[in-house]
């Protein structure tokens, strides 16, 4: 069984694609599988099939559904999900799977980068704000605070941390614990915060490794903020308010909104932002369900007095078992990086 698998969405085309193989098959560590998933068509044309597999995904299967179909046939305890255009870098794997040898840690956030200037840091991680506002982190916090996230009061915030979805190492176990796939209920760009809302209220924690880095634009890193992100936004704030302090998160929600609505005038987003919140109030109808589910998590938790060890049981299958694929680093990859 490989230790890590690394999986490559790729929706409405492949554009980026090749420079995010190049850079992970130059830099990969051993005993790892990478796993391709496409939503749009993509012919191989370095004919890369014999180091990698390629999955082919219904058209219109938007990035969540591909990553869950990469998550399904992967192998590994360790699952990484990094999105197309996106660049590895040297060490960037073994830096994150060194954090999963503390069992309490369940999900590593990689610090993406400026592809252009390395030290300009585009994401550390996001928060999740009491009153439901997410916000990416552009800066490392200072080396005496904890890289991680706890359901800890800090201020108007529930928990930080949490990695992007474009940009994310999971435990497989800790995942199985909530269906072993992405959530699906709020949208691609916000999948990532309720899973890790989940792992947190269940008491696993979630860090940011600095000397994991990746390279992207600017433009991947920036949220949408239009009526699909507005509708996901909503329903993510209601789905999780056992995750925050109710009466405080319901009183704070409209300044978070209000904030939120504020920074997307610029783009002219604002309007169909706020069409998609008050459009979500007619799909709620599935927040018992979840509350439900992140209060039997928290008994659980309460139940094993807080221990989060879940070290690395032999993972739930969702489909039916393939022959291991081991990446490695072809030459000629390697010349054209070069």
Not at 22 to 30: A, G, I, K, Y
Not at 227 to 242: C, D, I, K, Q, V
Not at 296 to 310: E, K, L, N, V
Request: aromatic letters at 6%; proline letters at 5%.
């Amino acid at each position: 069984m490989p230790r890590l698998s690394c999986i490559i969405p790729v929706v409405g085309n492949a554009h980026g694609l090749e420079s995010t193989l190049v850079s992970v098959l130059e830099h990969f560590p051993d005993d790892c599988e990478i796993i391709v998933v496409h939503s749009a068509p993509y012919d191989d044309p370095y004919d890369l099939k014999s180091e990698l597999r390629f999955i082919e995904a219904p058209r219109r299967t938007g990035y969540v559904g591909c990553v869950n179909f990469g998550i399904q046939v992967s192998q590994s305890p360790i699952v990484h999900l990094l999105a197309a255009g996106l660049e590895a870098t040297e060490g960037w794997a073994e830096a994150a799977l060194a954090r999963f040898a503390d069992p309490r840690v369940v999900a590593v956030a990689p610090v993406v980068c400026n592809q252009f200037d390395s030290e300009q840091i585009l994401a550390a991680g996001m928060y999740y704000h009491r009153g439901g506002r997410v916000e990416i982190r552009t800066e490392l916090p200072a080396d005496t605070l904890p890289l991680d996230a706890t359901l800890a009061d800090r201020g108007t915030t529930v928990a930080g941390a949490f990695p992007l979805a474009r940009a994310a190492f999971y435990r497989r176990s800790a995942l199985n614990s909530f269906g072993g796939l992405l959530p699906t209920s709020v949208g691609n760009e916000l999948a990532a915060v309720e899973l890790g809302l989940s792992l947190v209220h269940a008491g696993y924690r979630t860090v940011v490794e600095p000397d994991c880095k990746v390279l992207g634009s600017a433009k991947s890193c920036r949220a949408s903020h239009g009526f699909a992100y507005g509708l996901a936004s909503e329903r993510l704030f209601w789905r999780n308010l056992p995750s925050a302090r109710s009466l405080t998160a319901i009183a704070t929600h409209p300044f978070s909104m209000a904030r939120e609505l504020c920074g997307s005038l610029a783009s002219g987003a604002a309007i169909l932002q706020l069409f998609g919140r008050i459009a979500a109030y007619a799909t709620l109808g599935d927040c018992r369900a979840r509350h439900e589910q992140l209060r039997a998590a928290a008994a659980a938790r309460s139940r094993t007095g807080g221990s989060t060890d879940i070290g690395l049981p032999s993972q739930i299958r969702i489909d039916a078992a393939h022959a291991t694929t081991r990446a490695s680093r072809p030459s000629d990859v390697r010349a054209s990086r070069s």
